[in-house]
């Protein structure tokens, strides 16, 4: 690139490295914490029909009506409450950030999902990132603290927490509510296998928006994600969404899903009892420290082996799980497995236990 291209570019930006997805094809994907269960197939079939009668020369209903109702009959949404509707949680994060005024702060405990500072500085904003406890617990002096030194606009709390998998404690994220003067969005990517919301507690909160993603429940194709808040906050992000954000082909085949929500919902308590099975044997290798999971992936520790050597190991051996490198706030050598099927599961215990070094 030319320097005079180059003087175009925001310092920050040309400092970040771009979020890195890894090539999975042909291997046993448990790195993107996804479902590994397909539809039955007479649901399939039923789907299929319904995308035939989709109009793809057409735009996209922009206000996505249909989908919001579904959302709200298959999410118990007040209809009080306002639905925004983003391409992914990512989008919603950016939207978040991109309406917040000059020289705003971000918030979130660290280690959390890396889209929050991502996102934040590419749009050059602030982050500030408050360490966790050892225990992977809110740190509350500290997140008290950072709120008086900061006043964070927005403040992102993921429940369950990702990577670590915890759910923070109730008293905790409320007394942040209570303490700050910006916006807390609790993100519940998880929450299908946590079995915990704030869903409930909205109408309470002015400044609390809910966030979730249909990725991990099953549809992490469609990218789809929802925002649900007071109106006085939705309406004002509603002004700066993209027109058309929500494609033809995701809208008719999210509200498809949400009419089979069952399907979805017996396909994650599958999933957690895989977790707990998982979460058992990994815990029987000696030297492996397995952290507890309220969510659909395992975070752990090697405490005598090198998580490199291990995860390339593995990843030759045709299984793809993720390497966390060098990340504040967790301890060194840390792997994270997707919870996969029953086979999925057998077959990453079967090539650890034979590649791993107590």
């Known amino acids: 690139m030319s320097k005079k291209l180059q003087d175009l570019i925001r310092p920050e930006i040309k400092d970040m490295a771009a979020y890195y997805v890894p090539e999975s094809a042909g291997l046993v994907k448990l790195d993107a914490m996804e479902n590994p269960f397909s539809w039955p197939e007479e649901m399939k079939q039923e789907w299929l029909g319904l995308l035939s009668k989709a109009e793809p020369n057409r735009y996209p209903d922009p206000a996505a009506k249909e989908l919001v109702e579904g959302l709200r009959d298959c999410f118990d949404i007040d209809s009080s409450l ?3 509707l983003g391409n992914g949680s990512d989008e919603l994060i950016q939207l978040i950030v991109m309406a917040m005024k000059n020289g705003s702060c971000v918030m979130a405990p660290m280690p959390s999902f890396v889209m929050y500072q991502h996102i934040a500085r590419s749009l050059g904003v602030k982050f500030v990132g408050v360490p966790l406890s050892e225990d992977f617990s809110l740190d509350m002096p500290a997140m008290l603290e950072a709120i008086n030194a900061h006043n964070p606009a927005v403040i992102f709390l993921a429940y369950p927490n990702n990577p670590t998998a915890n759910l923070f404690d109730d008293d905790d994220v409320e007394s942040i509510i209570d303490t700050t003067d910006g916006i807390v969005v609790i993100d519940e990517a998880y929450q299908p296998f946590a079995m915990k919301t704030y869903m409930a507690k909205a109408q309470q909160f002015e400044n609390v928006l809910i966030m979730r993603t249909v990725s991990k429940l099953g549809l992490a194709g469609l990218r789809l994600g929802f925002l649900v808040g007071h109106n006085s906050l939705t309406s004002q ?5 993209l027109p058309y954000n929500i494609n033809v082909f995701t809208q008719l085949t999210a ?3 949400f009419k089979h929500i069952d399907v979805l919902n017996a396909q994650a308590v599958l999933i957690c009892e895989q977790r707990e099975a998982l979460l058992k044997k990994l ?4 030297g492996v420290l397995v952290f507890p999971s309220k969510a659909n992936f395992i975070l752990f520790s ?6 490199e ?3 390339n190991e593995l990843k030759d051996a045709g299984i793809l799980i993720k390497k966390m490198g060098a990340v504040q706030g967790l301890p060194t050598e840390c792997l994270r ?3 996969g099927s029953h086979e999925e599961n057998s077959l990453f215990l079967g090539a650890f236990a034979s590649i791993y070094h107590s």
């Open 283 to 286: 815990s029987t290798f000696a």
């Open 237 to 241: 992000l509603e002004k700066i969404r």
């Open 255 to 257: 509200n498809f899903a």
């Open 337 to 339: 497995v997707t919870v």
């Open 309 to 311: 050597r291990v995860f």
């Open 82 to 84: 306002g639905v925004i």
């Open 302 to 307: 090697l405490l005598a082996d090198s998580a």
